[in-house]
């Protein structure tokens, strides 16, 4: 079996790279030539610990595995970082394992490539400032994801530690040379023309009011049941998409407001769907929300990648 390293895959992917990547699978998905199927749910022996398994076929260029993804927050006290993937990527023709993929940074890449497409399809074209709600280790793929599809300038840094935000912003401006600051959830919503939410939160950051017309709001945070990052009265209101409507609705950004009877599954458009012709953003007025959850086919498609990228540079390991 064929075996990509941690540091391997963090050098052979590019952010342009994992967007077209992703951005073809869902082509795809949205033809019907990709299968999700249901997430798997555990724990490790402390009840703090967790790990789900997500797992797919692109049948359309015969992809088929899954991922496992993992949060052991007794890592920190060793050292290790608390989130974990692992990508196991099968032989399509037999069923064999093929690869395995070591997948924590490529996930990173992946969730922020999930928001890059959406950006890129249902953001104003003209979109130039962009909020982030959260100032963590994703949150930097986020920014890297959407100022690939937008021409972003400036950048709103909305945290709860007013240090980290700072910090965040610095960041920003040092390496990336945009205008960034840490702001209040009413000053960086009034001038944003794209909002990301990239928080582990379990109730709204900010009140549906705050959203202007023509704002895009990307929720990438609820990947589990109780996870929520949005007013549910926002999410009644705007126009719905999903990268999986079914998991939307149970463990994303839509469970709220789907058990509070405000949204009902078929409001929410795939957005591979919109990638093959449906109807995306209407106008410049409208509100669009897109809710990330995460679905093994987007690690299928940037561990395949990956697997590919380091087979030519002949950085694969065989176990």
């Known amino acids: 079996m064929k075996f990509v390293s941690e540091g391997v895959a963090g050098r052979v992917v590019s952010m342009a790279e994992a967007i077209a990547a992703v951005e073809a699978m869902f082509m795809e998905y949205g033809r019907g030539l990709a299968e ?8 490790g022996p402390e009840a703090d610990t967790s790990f789900s398994v997500k797992s797919g076929l692109i049948a359309g260029s015969r992809k088929v595995g899954l991922k496992v993804g993992s949060y052991w927050p007794g890592n920190r006290a060793r050292g290790l970082a608390a989130h974990a993937s692992t990508t196991l990527l099968l032989d399509p023709d037999t069923g064999y394992p093929e690869a395995l993929v070591a997948a924590s940074h490529l996930t990173c890449l992946r969730t922020a490539a999930s928001d890059a497409v959406a950006v890129k399809h249902l953001s104003r074209p003209d979109s130039r400032t962009l909020a982030v709600f959260g100032a963590g280790h994703q949150a930097w793929f986020e920014v890297l994801a959407v100022r690939e599809v937008r021409p972003i300038e400036r950048v709103f840094v909305v945290n709860r530690s007013g240090r980290a935000a700072d910090e965040f912003a610095l960041r920003i401006r040092e390496e990336l040379g945009l205008e960034a600051a840490a702001a209040k959830a009413e000053e960086a919503l009034a001038g944003a023309d794209i909002a990301v939410t990239v928080t582990a939160s379990r109730g709204p950051l900010f009140e549906a009011g705050l959203v202007r017309p023509g704002t895009h709001v990307s929720a990438m945070g609820a990947d589990q049941p109780g996870k929520q990052e949005l007013d549910t009265a926002l999410v009644a209101g705007a ?4 990268d999986v409507p079914a998991q939307s609705v149970s463990i994303g950004e839509y469970e709220a407001a789907f058990k509070a009877g405000l949204v009902t599954e078929e409001r929410i458009t795939p957005v591979g769907a919109v990638l093959n012709g449906a109807p995306g953003r209407v106008s410049g007025q409208q509100i669009t929300v897109y809710d990330s ?11 395949s990648l990956a697997l590919r990228r380091a087979e030519e540079m002949g950085l694969v390991k065989t176990v």
């Open 239 to 242: 126009a719905l998409f999903a």
């Open 293 to 303: 959850s995460g679905m093994a086919l987007q690690d299928l498609a940037v561990a």
């Open 36 to 43: 999700v199927f249901p997430v798997a749910q555990g724990r």
